[in-house]
């Protein structure tokens, strides 16, 4: 068991530009989660993969941002067209299906739009 | 919807002193509780979570919450701080819905700080 790991841990990028972050989650999770996290805010869930399908997304994830999950291994977030208020931390979260999983959370990537 | 509310944005016990986080949360339907502690450039790590089992939780590092229906609440206690438990803690709540994702609603994080 090594983790859940993302990558970047830091990205830096001007408004405009399309950047993706990835997601390693724990070999045998199946369900994926993403999460944004402001400065000095909790998380906030964003979207939410089961194997390889995408079950929900919250309204939080504009027409900018896309998150796939191929072959219901690593996933991607990315964001196009960034703006300055994208700028966070994007956590990601992987579990095993349940009533009640525990969900690991990765270090998550910090993002930062100039 | 659920919401979880943490009161006190900021901390401080001295080093041996008791340890009180609390947390307020808001459920139509009978909720699942968990804390999670962030320490600095790391994710979130789990201390304990609450199942409607046993309705006084034991986690890691010492900690317990109390899980009390009448109050809707879930504090987070230590009968003693250590300077290791500096940190950001987090409630959240979830709706546990079988066969479903099980999304978190975190509150906005207590910032625990522990004085020699």
């Known amino acids: 068991d090594t983790g859940v790991s993302q990558n970047p841990r830091h990205k830096i990028t001007k408004r405009g530009q399309n950047v993706t972050f990835r997601c390693d989650p724990i070999?045998?999770?199946?369900?994926l989660y993403w999460y944004r996290q402001t400065l000095g805010q909790g998380p906030e869930f964003l979207t939410y993969?089961?194997?390889?399908?995408?079950?929900?997304k919250s309204r939080l994830l504009s027409d900018r941002f896309s998150a796939e999950r191929p072959k219901g291994s690593f996933s991607t977030l990315e964001i196009q067209r960034t703006e300055q208020g994208d700028s966070a931390m994007y956590l990601c979260?992987?579990?095993?299906?349940?009533?009640?999983?525990?969900?690991?959370f990765g270090p998550g990537t910090r993002l930062t739009v100039l | 919807a659920q919401s979880v509310t943490q009161l006190g944005s900021h901390v401080s016990v001295s080093e041996g002193a008791l340890v009180l986080l609390r947390c307020n949360y808001s459920?139509?339907?009978?909720?699942?509780l968990f804390w999670y502690v962030q320490y600095p450039n790391q994710g979130l790590q789990l201390l304990l979570k609450?199942?409607?089992?046993?309705?006084l939780v034991k986690g890691i590092n010492g900690f317990e919450a109390e899980f009390k229906k009448s109050e809707t609440s879930f504090h987070l206690t230590k009968p003693s701080a250590h300077m290791s438990d500096a940190a950001e803690y987090f409630c959240?709540?979830?709706?546990?819905?079988?066969?479903?994702?099980?999304?978190?609603?975190f509150g906005g994080g207590t910032r625990l700080m522990v004085k020699p």
């Open positions: 979260a992987s579990s095993r299906a349940g009533l009640v999983d525990t969900q690991y």
């Open positions: 070999s045998e999770h199946n369900r």
């Open positions: 993969f089961q194997n390889e399908a995408q079950l929900e």
């Open positions: 459920s139509s339907v009978p909720p699942y």
């Open positions: 609450y199942t409607s089992a046993a309705t």
């Open positions: 959240a709540v979830s709706l546990g819905r079988a066969g479903a994702g099980n999304m978190l609603t």
